[in-house]
């Protein structure tokens, strides 16, 4: 399967404006869907246009052979039918109509699987039943999932999901996992804070590090990846005709305990490590053998490697691009 030109929308997203220099790298001609955010990439074509327009999926996909679906809004309930659901349904059916499509990728979720909310007796695997945490999002990535089944097994439209796990990019995981803002993703740590000894941190301003815990002390686990890991994915998926009509999972090469992670920012960063209990969290660890196999995935960035890049990211000066992932 030869692809040349892909339409990528969510393009200045997290997520879309790391993938596309890569594209561009790899040779691929590259048009992408501005809407609020600036696609400040050299060398696209830009369409500017919202999602919730029905007209638009048609625009964005003729003469395109390649889709990367990225585009979303996240906890909005005003928003994520229209742009999520809808979006996404307009998407799948100007691909059917479109003569030229060979690959059309979704960006799927773990959110689709629940993550830490619900109990996982063995590693999410690709066959997981979906079962979304409350919340838009989480039920909009089902939804937009089902939509992609559906039209894989009523039009064998060829279809790529990749579910990506929490990605993390810059400093993300420093605002996930130290009390001082800016505070990133769930859990809010302030919102577990029950003791005095928690809540002195916030009440004063201090910095220290989170440690997740369940009641008793053992120490939650956690399955995220870098944002490097999810270009390599992307890359790996255009154009692999092995990858069409089936999902797979995106995450990094190993869960973490929030242990570890506790003790090596404490030691990197010289902050003091507190503890939180927080009984709605399960384990869980996604299972990329499929992905591995198949697409040849082989994520590199380990836990370590992700606190590594985000206090270099601090070091160097970097300033925090907003995000609205709900984590
Ligand atoms: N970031 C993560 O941790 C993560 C994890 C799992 C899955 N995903 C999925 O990956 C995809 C991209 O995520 P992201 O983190 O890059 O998102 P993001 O929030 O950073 O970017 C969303 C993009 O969608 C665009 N958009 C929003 N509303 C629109 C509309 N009405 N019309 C057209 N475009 C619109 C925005 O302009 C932006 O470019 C999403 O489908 C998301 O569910 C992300």
């Not at 742009?83 to 979704?106: E, H, S």
């Not at 939804?143 to 810059?170: D, G, N």
């Not at 069409?244 to 920012?265: C, E, H, M, R, W």
């Amino acid at each position: 399967m030869k692809i040349k030109n892909i339409v990528v929308t969510g393009a200045s997203g997290k997520i879309g404006r790391h993938i596309i220099p890569e594209l561009l790298k790899a040779g691929y001609t590259v048009r992408a869907l501005e809407h609020e955010g600036p696609v400040a990439i050299d060398g696209v074509e830009i369409v500017k246009g919202d999602l919730s327009d029905e007209s638009l999926p048609e625009k964005l996909v003729k003469d395109m052979d390649g889709v990367i679906h990225l585009a979303n809004v996240k906890e909005d309930r005003e928003k994520f039918m229209n742009v999520n659901v809808r979006g996404t349904f307009c998407m799948l059916d100007a691909c059917l109509k479109a003569p030229n499509i060979k690959q059309y990728i979704q960006a799927g979720s773990d959110a689709r699987a629940g993550i830490f909310y619900y109990p996982h007796p063995y590693p999410i695997d690709e066959t997981y039943p979906h079962s979304a945490y409350p919340g838009y999002y989480a039920f909009s990535k089902v939804l937009e999932e089902t939509m992609c089944e559906q039209y894989i097994i009523q039009y064998k439209l060829p279809i790529t999901t990749l579910r990506f796990s929490w990605v993390h990019a810059e400093d993300d995981i420093l605002a996930h996992a130290t009390l001082k803002p800016p505070n990133f993703g769930v859990p809010v740590w302030e919102e577990l804070a029950r003791n005095s000894k928690q809540k002195i941190y916030f009440r004063k301003k201090l910095d220290g590090v989170a440690k997740l815990v369940h009641p008793g002390g053992r120490p939650g686990l956690r399955h995220i990846v870098s944002i490097s890991d999810v270009v390599d994915a992307v890359v790996l998926a255009v154009g692999n005709e092995a990858s069409l009509y089936q999902a797979f999972n995106v995450s990094g090469p190993a869960p973490f305990s929030y242990d570890t992670l506790a003790k090596y920012i404490s030691e990197k960063l010289d902050i003091p490590i507190v503890e939180f209990e927080y009984d709605v969290f399960h384990d869980f660890q996604i299972d990329l053998s499929k992905s591995r196999q198949i697409l040849g995935y082989n994520p590199k960035i380990d836990i370590f490697g992700i606190i590594d890049r985000a206090i270099e990211f601090r070091k160097s000066g970097g300033q925090r691009t907003d995000t609205k992932y709900p984590g």
